[in-house]
């Protein structure tokens, strides 16, 4: 054997490790990549089926829960591709796919969940925001069309705006019923500042209207509180007269 065939031999055996190495490699990274994808696509089918269950009753359109079904039927579909042979997830595209089919006409289910405190406020404001992440993220996978994504988009800002609206009225008729007007004053001005620093503030002209007259009535019922009625002699006012009366004497005494 030549030294020039041995040189060979040595170059192609270190070719061979190299290539074996960068093989082993790429099924490493492939499995990584695997793990990573699963993780994240359950990960987002959780968020999915919280946002199914648990959005409140008086924000979940028909077609906000047809589009909820969509993007849990296309990570059920894509988990399917990572593990071909679950039974639990073809069962749940089965049961996507029917719900899909259904179009508007599908069901909602959820429970009104009237926003009374801010802590309830918050936890809605997490699922607008969760909601939109989910938008976004179906968007950037190619799912959701742009035009879609975006009109989705501003649904979410729309319901956060109804969101704040309900919260500061029932905050306010909350305090309107436990005789604190001036607290419901400050709830429903609140409320009317938010509308009126809306980018479109014409869409909620008509929340905005019923707002203000509830501010109004607020601020009627402090300023009765805090003016005496007429002819109504309290203490103090009884005081300050006998006050006036001993200064009129005195000025009267000074000047004779």
Same mark, same amino acid.
């Given at each position: 054997m030549t030294p020039l065939m041995i040189t060979l031999l040595v170059v192609a055996g270190i070719a061979i490790l190299i290539a074996?190495?960068?093989?082993?490699?790429?099924?490493?990274?492939?499995? /990584?990549e695997k793990a990573r994808t699963? $993780?994240? /696509?359950?990960?987002?089918l959780r968020r999915c089926g919280e946002l199914t269950e648990t959005f409140p009753g008086q924000f979940?359109?028909?077609a906000l829960k047809l589009l909820l079904t969509r993007l849990e039927l296309n990570?059920?579909?894509?988990?399917l591709n990572l593990e071909k042979t679950s039974a639990t997830t073809k069962a749940r595209i089965t049961e996507l796919s029917a719900m899909v089919a259904q179009g508007e006409s599908i069901p909602v289910n959820n429970p009104p969940a009237p926003i009374m405190t801010e802590a309830k406020a918050k936890d809605v404001r997490f699922l607008l925001e969760a909601l939109h992440g989910q938008i976004t993220r179906a968007a950037h996978d190619g799912f959701l069309p742009p035009n879609e994504a975006k009109h989705w988009v501003r649904e979410v800002r729309?319901?956060? $705006?109804?969101l704040h609206i309900e919260f500061f009225n029932n905050l306010g008729q909350q305090s309107l019923q436990q005789n604190q007007p001036g607290q419901a004053r400050l709830a429903f001005e609140r409320g009317v500042q938010y509308l009126r620093k809306q980018p479109d503030p014409q869409i909620y002209a008509e929340q905005l209207q019923y707002l203000e007259?509830?501010?109004?009535r607020a601020n009627a019922q402090v300023m009765d509180k805090i003016a005496p009625a007429e002819g109504d002699e309290n203490q103090l006012t009884a005081g300050l007269k006998d006050v006036e009366a001993d200064a009129d004497w005195k000025k009267k005494v000074i000047y004779d």
């Open positions: 074996i190495g960068y093989m082993n490699h790429v099924v490493e990274a492939n499995k /990584l699963k $993780v994240e /696509l359950n990960d987002r979940m359109t028909p990570v059920c579909q894509r988990l729309h319901i956060l $705006v109804l007259k509830l501010l109004a």
